[in-house]
């Protein structure tokens, strides 16, 4: 595992910003907690005791619950909250989200703490700097923004471009008329309402002659419109889209046009057997909005698809995929590798494991290392919410409903709660994993076996009889097969009932 604490870079927090808007009792009680450096979110809910949420506690800033006066107190002090009900404070990265009852009143507020980090850029600068358009995927909370924000500093800093920020939701650039030093000597356009987006960043493009247009959420058809017709105007874009990976974006029908969009094509005979193809075949639609797509996998880590165009044409024609893995070493220089991955039809061929990331709330971590060590399962524990694969905590906790199971439950992690906090229950626990790791090894085999399968019978060499498989395995692998247009069906009685692709 990197040790993050040797990566390049440094944070800046404005930390004082927020706590001067937060009511005097509260704010004095913060500032004697010891590690506000890691302070996420401080919350204020009318009627219940202000808190405080760190990464690994969470810790009741006052006996006093919070009154509608010290609501109003921190209303006073921030900017307008926009439609999607959520303000700033002017030049800082601190987001303060309301809650409003039936009558539209403010009840409760989220005071999150925004940090510029400087030194992400790193293991992507290359990129960036090459002229290339570059759109960088990731599951929320793996730190996007935070890239894009480095980068808008970067081209407009060290390389003296005409840099535009199109400025949804003041997450990159922050609140008020004046945009946050992060961005450096860029420039932003704030958005007036979300569905405006498409229409700002065209008028970036026809009205201020940009070199280089950075972009937040690339979410709807006409964004992604408006993407293209901005590539096609010769000006770079580096932006984020929904999305965990290339293969989503593509089986997206919104967002696909990123990366060229995929169409039906009816081939003749000759071109056909040629190929050793059906006649009807998925293609490129035509070339990609963004040259490179970068899947950032963990703070740390980034997989990068140089060239997009190739990309997807070897993932529709069910070739071998390569890709570049990027990460930051011990010594905090990027260091890189070449891999060699199965394409989207070739999932199931090959399954590795991997470490499960936890996340621990009232759990003993050294108790739970020794239960895996035992049955022999790795795992990693995370100090990042957003970066685990699963929360473990107790039923007690669980029942309590505390804030940090509340944002696991909103951010669809699962969680797994054990009766109690000792080894037999922790050995359970870790049984449980392991055999969810063996179905998900079926599930990958089957569907592996499925995409063989598809390729026999693009050339011509069905039909083709599949293993027995349970109901919904066979369910998932039928899907498969309609995605590549080719029919599929069930035959047999149960437990050897299995699919015959034609």
Request: hydrophobic share 40%; aromatic share 4%; with cysteine.
């Given at each position: 595992m990197?040790?993050?604490?040797?990566l390049?870079?440094?944070?800046?927090?404005?930390?004082d910003?927020?706590?001067?808007v937060l009511?005097?009792?509260?704010?004095q009680s913060?500032?004697?907690q010891?590690?506000?450096?890691?302070?996420?979110e401080?919350?204020?809910d009318?009627g219940r005791?202000?808190?405080?949420?760190?990464p690994q506690?969470e810790v009741i800033?006052?006996?006093?619950?919070?009154?509608?006066s010290?609501?109003?107190?921190?209303?006073?002090?921030?900017?307008?909250?926009s439609g999607?009900n959520?303000?700033g404070?002017?030049?800082?990265?601190h987001?303060v989200s309301a809650i409003r009852?039936?009558?539209?009143r403010i009840?409760g507020l989220?005071?999150?703490?925004?940090?510029a980090?400087?030194g992400?850029?790193?293991i992507i600068?290359?990129l960036?700097?090459?002229?290339?358009?570059?759109?960088?995927?990731g599951?929320p909370g793996?730190?996007?923004t935070?890239m894009?924000?480095?980068?808008?500093?970067v081209l407009?800093?060290d390389?003296g471009?005409?840099?535009i920020?199109?400025?949804t939701?003041?997450?990159?650039?922050g609140d008020?008329?004046?945009p946050h030093?992060a961005?450096?000597?860029a420039?932003?356009?704030?958005?007036?309402?979300?569905?405006?987006?498409?229409?700002?960043?065209?008028?970036a493009?026809?009205n201020?002659?940009p070199?280089v247009?950075i972009i937040?959420?690339i979410?709807?058809s006409l964004?992604?419109e408006?993407?293209?017709?901005?590539a096609e105007?010769?000006?770079?874009l580096?932006?984020?889209?929904?999305?965990?990976?290339?293969?989503?974006?593509?089986?997206?029908?919104?967002l696909?046009?990123l990366v060229?969009?995929?169409?039906?094509?009816?081939l003749?005979?000759e071109?056909?057997?040629r190929?050793?193809t059906q006649k009807?075949?998925?293609e490129?639609?035509?070339?990609?909005t963004f040259?490179v797509?970068v899947e950032?996998?963990e703070?740390s880590k980034?997989?990068?698809?140089p060239?997009?165009?190739r990309?997807?044409d070897?993932?529709?024609?069910g070739?071998?995929l390569?890709t570049?893995v990027?990460?930051?070493g011990?010594?905090?220089?990027?260091?890189?590798?070449?891999?060699?991955?199965?394409?989207?039809?070739?999932?199931?061929?090959?399954h590795?494991?991997q470490?499960v990331r936890?996340y621990?709330?009232?759990?003993?971590?050294s108790k739970?290392q020794?239960a895996?060590k035992?049955?022999?399962l790795?795992?990693?524990?995370?100090?990042d919410?957003?970066e685990?694969d699963?929360?473990?905590t107790?039923k007690?906790?669980?029942r309590r409903?505390p804030?940090?199971?509340i944002?696991a439950e909103m951010?669809?992690?699962p969680?797994?709660?054990?009766k109690?906090?000792?080894l037999?229950?922790l050995?359970q626990f870790v049984?449980?994993?392991l055999l969810?790791q063996?179905?998900?090894v079926a599930?990958?085999?089957?569907?592996?076996?499925?995409?063989r399968?598809?390729r026999l019978a693009?050339?011509?060499?069905g039909?083709v009889?599949?293993?027995p498989q349970?109901a919904?395995?066979?369910?998932l692998?039928?899907?498969?097969?309609e995605q590549?247009?080719?029919?599929?069906?069930?035959v047999?009685k149960?437990?050897?009932?299995?699919?015959?692709?034609?």
């Amino acid at each position: 595992m990197v040790d993050k604490s040797s990566l390049p870079k440094v944070v800046a927090d404005d930390l004082d910003a927020l706590l001067n808007v937060l009511p005097p009792g509260i704010r004095q009680s913060l500032l004697g907690q010891p590690d506000n450096s890691e302070l996420l979110e401080v919350v204020l809910d009318l009627g219940r005791p202000p808190e405080a949420r760190y990464p690994q506690r969470e810790v009741i800033l006052s006996d006093s619950e919070v009154t509608e006066s010290d609501i109003e107190y921190v209303v006073s002090r921030i900017g307008v909250f926009s439609g999607d009900n959520r303000a700033g404070i002017e030049r800082t990265l601190h987001r303060v989200s309301a809650i409003r009852n039936r009558e539209g009143r403010i009840v409760g507020l989220t005071c999150r703490v925004g940090r510029a980090v400087f030194g992400t850029v790193k293991i992507i600068q290359d990129l960036v700097e090459s002229g290339k358009s570059v759109l960088l995927l990731g599951k929320p909370g793996v730190g996007k923004t935070t890239m894009l924000r480095e980068v808008a500093r970067v081209l407009a800093d060290d390389f003296g471009k005409r840099v535009i920020v199109v400025d949804t939701s003041n997450e990159i650039a922050g609140d008020g008329d004046i945009p946050h030093p992060a961005i450096g000597h860029a420039r932003r356009m704030q958005v007036p309402t979300p569905t405006m987006q498409h229409a700002v960043m065209i008028e970036a493009v026809e009205n201020h002659m940009p070199e280089v247009i950075i972009i937040d959420e690339i979410g709807t058809s006409l964004e992604a419109e408006a993407a293209r017709t901005i590539a096609e105007r010769g000006v770079q874009l580096v932006g984020t889209a929904h999305g965990n990976s290339l293969d989503n974006l593509m089986m997206n029908p919104t967002l696909c046009d990123l990366v060229g969009g995929i169409q039906s094509v009816t081939l003749g005979d000759e071109e056909a057997r040629r190929r050793h193809t059906q006649k009807s075949i998925l293609e490129r639609k035509a070339p990609p909005t963004f040259d490179v797509v970068v899947e950032i996998r963990e703070r740390s880590k980034v997989v990068v698809h140089p060239d997009v165009g190739r990309a997807v044409d070897a993932i529709l024609r069910g070739e071998t995929l390569e890709t570049e893995v990027r990460w930051f070493g011990e010594d905090g220089e990027v260091k890189r590798k070449v891999m060699s991955s199965p394409s989207l039809s070739e999932k199931g061929l090959e399954h590795q494991r991997q470490k499960v990331r936890v996340y621990l709330f009232g759990v003993n971590r050294s108790k739970v290392q020794e239960a895996a060590k035992e049955k022999g399962l790795d795992l990693e524990f995370t100090l990042d919410l957003s970066e685990c694969d699963l929360l473990l905590t107790t039923k007690n906790y669980y029942r309590r409903k505390p804030q940090k199971v509340i944002d696991a439950e909103m951010l669809g992690i699962p969680i797994y709660a054990v009766k109690s906090n000792n080894l037999p229950q922790l050995k359970q626990f870790v049984g449980d994993l392991l055999l969810t790791q063996k179905k998900d090894v079926a599930v990958t085999s089957a569907l592996g076996e499925a995409a063989r399968a598809v390729r026999l019978a693009k050339k011509g060499k069905g039909p083709v009889e599949l293993s027995p498989q349970s109901a919904y395995i066979r369910r998932l692998q039928h899907l498969l097969v309609e995605q590549h247009n080719l029919t599929s069906y069930s035959v047999g009685k149960e437990p050897t009932r299995r699919v015959r692709v034609i």
